[in-house]
Nanobody, 126 residues
Framework: QVKLVESGGGLVQAGGSLRLSCAAS????????MGWFRQAPGKERKFVAA????????HYADSVKGRFTISRDNAKNTVYLQMNSLKPEDTAVYYCAADLFFRATWVELTSEYDYWGQGTQVTVSS
């Protein structure tokens, strides 16, 4: 089993920054890609960003490209999401996800990922 725990969420004013962390524990050796998704109230869970197993390749949703940066530290079994220039529309619960056998074609699909964290709330005020 793999457990994912997100942290770093909170309340921030528009234009501010937050850094989310996701720590993996348990049997983490076979984790390949990792990603971030978000879900606003009454909306579907949507893709935000993903990073490949080694950390050399990243992919972002158009809505966050240029503002958010995903990275990982495999020695610490942790993935990060640096969020800058935050907007009220970024308000959502942010979820970390891990994929045991990554297929790039399906990077934006929730069904691609095998494990999920409990989520952390990000609220951006105007």
């Amino acid at each position: 089993q793999v457990k994912l725990v997100e942290s770093g969420g909170g309340l921030v004013q528009a234009g501010g920054s937050l850094r989310l962390s996701c720590a993996a524990s348990g049997r983490t050796y076979n984790i390949d890609a990792m990603g971030w998704f978000r879900q606003a109230p009454g909306k579907e869970r949507k893709f935000v960003a993903a990073v490949s197993g080694i950390g050399h390749n990243t992919h972002y949703a158009d809505s966050v490209k240029g503002r958010f940066t995903i990275s990982r530290d495999n020695a610490k079994n942790t993935v990060y999401l640096q969020m800058n220039s935050l907007k009220p529309e970024d308000t959502a619960v942010y979820y970390c996800a891990a994929d045991l056998f990554f297929r790039a074609t399906w990077v934006e699909l929730t069904s691609e990922y095998d494990y999920w964290g409990q989520g952390t709330q990000v609220t951006v005020s105007s």
